[in-house]
């Protein structure tokens, strides 16, 4: 007995001894040596000015149709043919569905795949009600306190500005990329890029250009968002979930409330949704959420790095914390929202029929016809119909071997030193579904929001920091260099 003991304690020696030593090892990953590069000092009062003039241009997507006739895109285009002239003058423009605008700056040599950058400059309104919360009034471009303040101040004005700034600047230096770059700027992502990204995409598919990867809006480098790390997250997200809406329609008897039968329409539907609560869509610590989580905890205190340095013994005990967090689970697995209800219309009629609107955010491991078969099979009830509404399938998964990836990975430490940088998965839509069609898409501007700057994101109080600008146009400046 003394014996077993023994052994079981050498053992267990043993395992402490494995796990201490494979969470020492777990330390940020020594990237490939930085490549030399010599970024520019751009203007950062004339940044601030072009930003704060290109808010006062109320480019709003209305959900209900544009009011002024895009009278105001129409302004700003011509805004930036004055402020950027030798971009214009120098790069063929072409114009998808009037409003967007793809501009083409022809390389040296253009032998291999061009490269796509792109920013929408349609903006959301202000939010009914809220017009006296904002320090500044929206569309007044105020720059105070070091940052330009607006709607579109981040959501995506900014990226419009460094990325013109960047071209601008580039030109009068002489220099020539040796691949075509494209920069798009687009119109309607706020309402669903249909006539922008839908369309330009299309174009590239009937010329026959299949650009190499294309950067657009989708993460920031997050500051202060995720708890336990203090340094900067560089998230360069590689694909964004789909969306599903589904209906589940109960059928029961009619008739009146006096006399009801054991179950209606109403109990059944519960019973379902009950069902849809108690399976949660696989999903786990794998692909792209081990990378990114095993990424941000190579930089955690020791107790994190043990779990995570230790994934053949942790995995199921970090997914399920993960999972108990909105964040974690979002990031996870596609998730399950039910959002709308209705069953009769009065208060003692029994509902012929009860019906419930549930809302899913794919994940890329998950396509629409899997999400329909596994809640036809977790509710498992004839009578329930699952009726199948708005639908986009989660985006493909950009690659992270490739040069794009590489350079990105590169500008972004020659621009923020010290930050962790991990690939991710927007949560939200961008145009980047679209493009993901055709190429590698890339989500990330080249900026550092906290938490108080997200609270602007079709919030209230939007701006961006003019530092922010300043980079931003550093690293697009950096990267096109790069080409
Ligand atoms: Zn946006």
Redo the contacts with the bound molecule.
Sequence with gaps: MLRFFKIVGILLVGLLGILIFNAVRYTPVENAPLKPMTLIQPDANALAAQLSEAITFQTISWESGNPDDYASFIALQQWLETTYPNVFAQLELTRINTHTLLLRWQGSEATGQPVLFSA?YDVVPVNPGTENEWTHSPFAGDIADNYVWGRGAL??KSAVVGLMASVSGLLKTGFTPKQDIYVALTHD??LGSEDGAVALTQWFRDQSITPAWSLD?GSFVLDGIVPGVDKGIASINVSEKGYLTLKLIAHGEGGHSSMPPENTAVTVLAEALVKLKDAPLPGGLEGISEKMYGDIARNMDFSKRLLFANLWLFKPLLSSVLDDTKSGNAMMRTTTAPTMLSGSVKSNVLPATATATINFRLHPRDTVEDVVNWVTAAIDDERIDVKMGEFTEASPVAATDNDGFTQLVQTTRAVYPNTIITPGLTIAA??SRFYGDITNAYRFNPMVINNDDLEGFHGTNERISIENLVRATQFYTALMQQQ
């Design positions: 929408h959501d995506d992502e706020e809006e961008t145009d």
